[in-house]
């Protein structure tokens, strides 16, 4: 029986590697056998693909994560390649433009790790999130950085 842990994890970014690598190599067999095949006959063929060998080949947690993250159609395909890859498809709002982040990012150069000598910080933190290269991490935890919490 497959532990809890394995049930929950997550798509890494060497599975996204390899999840666009599969993404090209659908788009070229599409491609390749544009007038031969029918609607229903693509639909098939992909849902076979997504569903049966992607979920054999990554195990069933993955698998389901995989079918989330690709679209439901394979005329859609193509929108994957377009957006920049499988993640920035899945996650649009992951990725900002030079322009974005010059008018809405901030400077994280100067933080370093150390008591603040701001007496309240940490003490009331509930929801947090963070912007590093290629992810969002928002957190929601009571306290999540209390240092100095007083019981």
């Not at 890859?85 to 649009?92: D, K, V």
Request: hydrophobic share 40%; glycine share 6%.
């Amino acid at each position: 029986m497959p532990s809890l842990a394995a049930e929950e994890e997550d798509l890494n970014a060497d599975d996204f590697k390899k999840l666009d690598a599969t993404v090209e190599k659908m788009a070229a067999f599409f491609e390749k056998y544009e007038g031969d095949l029918d609607s229903k006959a693509k639909t098939d063929i992909y849902d076979f693909l997504v569903r049966d060998v992607m979920g054999a080949a990554a195990g069933s947690a993955k698998g389901r994560k995989i079918m989330d993250v690709l679209p439901s159609s394979p005329e859609d395909i193509s929108k994957v390649k377009e957006s920049g890859g499988s993640l920035a498809y899945s996650q649009p709002k992951s990725y900002r433009s030079i322009d974005w982040l010059q008018s809405h990012g901030r400077c994280v150069d100067n933080i370093r790790p150390g008591a603040s000598n701001i007496p309240i910080a940490g003490m009331w933190i509930t929801y947090l999130c963070m912007i590093f290269p290629r992810i969002l991490l928002c957190i929601w935890f009571e306290c999540l950085f209390c240092m100095h919490s007083k019981i």
